[in-house]
């Protein structure tokens, strides 16, 4: 059974930091490509940022510069370090693992941490 558990999420003043943490468990997790994505009220779920399975990182504009997408596979985690964080990165943010082998794809999803960005 695949597990993604997410954490680390919660409130913080505008310019603050949060790290957030995804834990895998039932995929070989160094085969996998991780993203995070996150989803604001009334908005399309969105792509943050990404990391493949060799380390490779991209993000998208908005928070290019404030937040760092990496991973342990010794631990099979991957996190989110958000700093100088905005009112408009309150959201849900949600942990993705993907991979492709073959013609199969595998895509697999958290349950979602809620951040909230507020004075």
């Known amino acids: 059974q695949v597990r993604l558990v997410e954490s680390g999420g919660g409130l913080v003043q505008p310019g603050g930091s949060l790290r957030l943490s995804c834990a895998a468990s039932?995929?070989?997790?160094?085969?996998?490509?991780m993203d995070w994505y996150r989803q604001a009220p009334g908005k399309q779920r969105e792509l943050v940022a990404a990391?493949?399975?060799?380390?490779?990182?991209n993000y998208v504009d908005s928070v290019k510069g404030r937040f760092t997408i990496s991973r342990d596979n010794a631990k099979n985690t991957v996190y989110l370090q958000m700093n100088s964080l905005k009112a408009e990165d309150t959201a849900v943010y949600y942990c993705n693992a993907n991979r492709v082998m073959g013609y199969r794809e595998y895509d697999y999803w958290g349950q979602g941490t809620q951040v909230t960005v507020s004075s």
């Open positions: 039932g995929i070989v997790f160094n085969f996998y490509a």
């Open positions: 990391i493949t399975s060799g380390g490779s990182t």
